[in-house]
Each structure stands twice: as C-alpha cells, then as structure tokens.
C-alpha cells in the first residue's frame, strides 16, 4: 500500500534504558515527573488505564514508570510517575482516541459539528489488528520503511474478500485513524494471508510511530490532561 499522507502520532526524544511498569504497582524509585490524566467517563477509567500504558509500552519498551489510577468522591485519574521528564507531544498522543478503521472508497461527509468524516464501509477496526511494526522492506527504488500489520483470523477473512471484491476495480480501501485519512491505496490483487504493508515516504520513527498507533487498542472515551509537572 501506498501512504497517500501520515499523521505524527507520537514524538520523543528519550534515553531509556531502565525496564517496565505495571498498573497500581508501587516502586521504591524516586519520580522527578507526573502526569496525571482524567476519563470524560469516569466508568472507564480502568479500560483507559489499560490502553494507555499499552500505548506507553509499545513504542517505549524498556521505559521505566509507576502507572496507577485513583478513584475519589468528585474526580477518577490515572497517574503516571516517571524518572525522567516526558515529551509534551508524546502526552497528547496517548490522549487521543486512536479509533482504527479500514474502509471501502474514500467517501466522506460532514457532521452536525462541521468535522469531515468517512462514510465508506468499514472492513476492518482495532480489533482485527494482531500485530503491527515498522520493518525495512527492499523496493525497486532501494530500501524505504514500511509498516508492517499482520491481521486475527477474523480480520484475515474479512480483509480477504473486502480485497477481492475492490481487486481492479480503482476503488480505493482507505484507512483512517480517528477520522483522519493516512492511507488511500487501489487494490490490485486479493489478499489473503492476513499480512500486509503500508508504504510510503516514511522514516524509521515515523513508522514506529505509525505502527504504535495502529497496534494500540482504542480508548473507550476521552481523556483530559489534568496535570503534567516535571
């Protein structure tokens, strides 16, 4: 597939080399850095909890942080504690919602709100992702980064006859991450191993970016940044 455009998901400029995290887990390990985030639906709070560190620990494997989430009267928030200061930017990636959708066409329409969003089918979401990561794939022009994504059963069988039925016909099977287009590739032939790759002018963070965003799972709600000191 051919990225038509790319949207930067995640950006850090970290040394990190110490190893791993876990939910309500206290570590004898001083915390210079906090970030504290608050769920619009305080239902959700451990479900947003889950997703985000999911999100931390994909990109950022062998980072070092206390993740928890506190529940109170008049508020619920999930607590990060790190040891070293955090990118702004990478914080409001873990913020936003991260819906996945593979679609039939490129059709879109505009909502109540004014907001442009796409209308075709959809053939696949979060759920039919198994894998994704960013790999160097040898083309006709030399090496270029990809991303590549391998599919569940379910998501194998759906995306083999969506690709059949769009193979030649110049439709094109666009995916978009929360209503956002990254890619509008044509089909040419089935696919029906449950693998395939994004390609386009990507760099090797840029993919990884890429990547961790189509891995993670979605969050069930919005979430508000409450606090971010270091």
Avoid at 1 to 12: L, R, T
Avoid at 77 to 85: A, C
Avoid at 198 to 220: D, Q, V, Y
Wanted: proline share 3%; with cysteine; aromatic share 6%.
């Amino acid at each position: 597939m051919k990225a038509a455009g790319f949207i930067a998901v995640c950006a850090a400029a970290l040394t990190l080399t110490a190893c791993s995290s876990g939910i309500g887990q206290q570590k004898e390990k001083d915390y210079n850095y906090a970030i504290r985030l608050m769920p619009e639906d305080e239902s959700m709070l451990t479900e947003c909890t889950e997703v985000t560190e999911h999100r931390l620990m994909a990109e950022y494997p062998m980072l070092e942080c206390n993740v928890m989430y506190k529940r109170r009267d008049s508020f619920s928030i999930i607590e990060f504690d790190l040891p070293q200061e955090w990118d702004k930017s990478t914080l409001e990636a873990l913020c936003r919602k991260g819906s996945l959708t593979f679609r039939k066409g490129s059709d879109t329409e505009t909502d109540s709100d004014g907001q442009t969003i796409p209308t075709g089918e959809i053939i696949l979401d979060n759920s039919d992702i198994d894998t994704a990561y960013a790999s160097l794939l040898n083309t006709e022009s030399g090496q270029e980064f990809v991303v590549s994504v391998t599919l569940c059963d379910k998501g194998t069988e759906a995306f083999a006859i969506a690709t059949e039925e769009l193979a030649g016909t110049g439709t094109p099977l666009s995916i978009w991450l929360d209503n956002e287009l990254i890619s509008s590739p044509t089909v040419t032939n089935a696919i029906i191993n449950g693998h395939t790759n994004i390609e386009g002018n990507f760099t090797k963070k840029s993919a990884t970016e890429l990547a961790a965003a189509i891995s993670s799972l979605a969050l069930p709600c919005g979430l508000e940044i409450t606090e971010y000191r270091s």
